[in-house]
């Protein structure tokens, strides 16, 4: 199918940025000189404009028109899934435990709920040719009449076990990464020496009003964890179809 106008504009203004022709703080040209020059509308070249802003190339300045905005390099897009991201041997998991327990101050801070309120802790263990790779603990705010399907415990990523009141598109999360050393309960766990390496990586689910829905932890042997991120300047926002 023949890409619409207003997409093949974007591609054209989008190829001159990344080859340079259009350098950062540049101002594009105006709607009208872009209209002449395509042949198109000026309610196509105004369609194409915003979609490139979307995508973060452009920024508009009222009165003056859009010019090229300084690229930032800092940000990556990381594909996590706590089942599929041991280094794609991640094959199945086994529940540990399940159980609602008072919150104690730790859980009360990072769940953001008054000490009344009782917390779900779910434990599990993810296993490659059933060995133990990873340590996976939630904690969710316990809900009054809200059953937790023991398969879907034990096979759903975290944000399908939290998210079941909320639309899995209107989740927020928040990752975070760290090196920690093997100890306690974990070194039994996993059947490693005290001190081994560990990637502990911290998942915090919010809803778009940001209350939080969930935390938790998973403790990886360091060999068996492997993370991929990517650069991408500008995502493309719209669909040819």
Not at 13 to 37: A, C, F, H, T, Y
Not at 116 to 141: F, N, W
Not at 171 to 187: M, P, Q, V
């Amino acid at each position: 199918m023949k890409e619409l106008l207003y997409i093949q504009l974007v591609d054209q203004l989008r190829k001159k940025i990344q080859l340079g022709v259009l350098k950062p703080g540049d101002m594009l040209p105006s709607e009208n000189e872009l209209s002449q020059e395509y042949q198109i509308s000026r309610v196509t070249v105004r369609k194409s404009l915003s979609l490139l802003e979307q995508e973060g190339y452009t920024y508009s300045a009222p009165g003056k028109g859009y010019f090229v905005r300084e690229p930032v390099t800092d940000k990556y897009i990381l594909n996590f899934n706590e089942m599929n991201n041991a280094g794609g041997s991640a094959a199945s998991s086994k529940l540990l435990e399940v159980n609602v327990v008072p919150p104690s101050t730790k859980m009360m801070y990072e769940l953001q709920i008054p000490d009344d309120r009782y917390v779900i802790v779910i434990k599990r263990l993810l296993l490659a040719e059933g060995a133990p790779i990873a340590y996976d603990i939630k904690y969710l705010p316990y809900n009054r009449g809200l059953p937790l399907v023991e398969r879907e415990i034990k096979y759903a990523t975290f944000p399908e076990l939290a998210g079941k009141k909320t639309s899995l598109f209107s989740i927020k999360k928040d990752l975070k990464i760290c090196a920690k050393n093997a100890s306690g309960e974990i070194c039994a766990l996993l059947n490693v020496e005290e001190g081994h390496p560990l990637l502990v990586i911290s998942q915090k689910l919010y809803t778009a009003e940001n209350k939080v829905i969930g935390w938790g932890e998973i403790y990886y042997i360091a060999e068996f964890c492997e993370l991929n991120a990517m650069w991408s300047f500008g995502q493309r926002l719209y669909d040819n179809g």
